[in-house]
């Protein structure tokens, strides 16, 4: 077979696909159609959807710096001067209760976004230096139920702070031992462990704190969580004259 026939051949099968597709295609125009419209129409909200979050985020961002500006507001002693255009509060439960409305606005706004779940952490520690501690708990266990495993553990951790200042050592404890279980970047095994620690040094348990202790120094020798457990092991003694820290 020649270069011509061969060149003819391949003319005339590219012209019967070419026009079995345009058949097709003729034959199911309105599907054609209805597919490409769909087609386009995710495309739009995908984008769209993915430009709003970004704007939003963008908000909650602006939102949450303002609220962390109020947490961080100095407090103000009395007498003290005060230079003009500079915000100050009286004190630390003024300046708790106004951050942590701030902060709730934010979380229940932009709820979706990274800074809003934050938002909703800040809420609850807020809600413990107000004195809130029935709101602080309901707002903690929220935030530690999120699937941000970092956050959730930070959560976790001010519960057990405030079950420890409410009498509730055995909650404290399981919490504690929850976070040594699961650790996370955020609440590493070692600093839950040398919390718990503490807890028990405070019931009087000196055993089982220096059990704990001992453990953190031998597995964080130089890590900071081992050098602070080698100081609860060994304190540094008294300088003569000097009254301990406590009894001051």
Do not use: C
């Amino acid at each position: 077979m020649d270069q011509q026939t061969k060149a003819a051949l391949k003319q005339d099968h590219f012209v019967e696909t070419t026009a079995h597709g345009l058949s097709w295609a003729s034959q199911n125009r309105r599907s054609v159609i209805t597919t490409v419209v769909l087609l386009l129409a995710v495309i739009l909200i995908v984008v769209g959807g993915f430009v709003l979050y970004n704007h939003r985020s963008e908000q909650a961002s602006t939102a949450f710096g303002a609220a962390m500006a109020a947490y961080q507001t100095p407090i103000a002693q009395p007498g003290q001067a005060v230079p003009p255009g500079v915000k100050t509060f009286a004190s630390t439960l003024e300046r708790a209760k106004a951050a942590n409305a701030q902060f709730l606005a934010v979380a229940d706004k932009y709820g979706m976004t990274p800074d809003g779940k934050l938002s909703l952490y800040f809420a609850g520690l807020t809600y413990i230096e107000a004195g809130q501690n029935a709101s602080a708990e309901d707002t903690l266990k929220k935030v530690a139920g999120s699937w941000n495993n970092d956050l959730a553990s930070l959560a976790r951790l001010a519960l057990a702070q405030l079950y420890r200042q409410t009498s509730r050592d055995q909650q404290a404890i399981e919490v504690y031992n929850q976070l040594t279980a699961k650790p996370s970047t955020t609440v590493p095994a070692g600093l839950a462990q040398l919390q718990l620690a503490e807890l028990y040094e405070s019931e009087g348990k000196s055993a089982d704190a220096k059990k704990i202790y001992a453990q953190l120094k031998d597995s964080d020798a130089k890590g900071a969580v081992g050098l602070m457990a080698a100081q609860k092991l060994n304190p540094a003694p008294a300088t003569p004259g000097v009254a301990p820290a406590a009894a001051q």
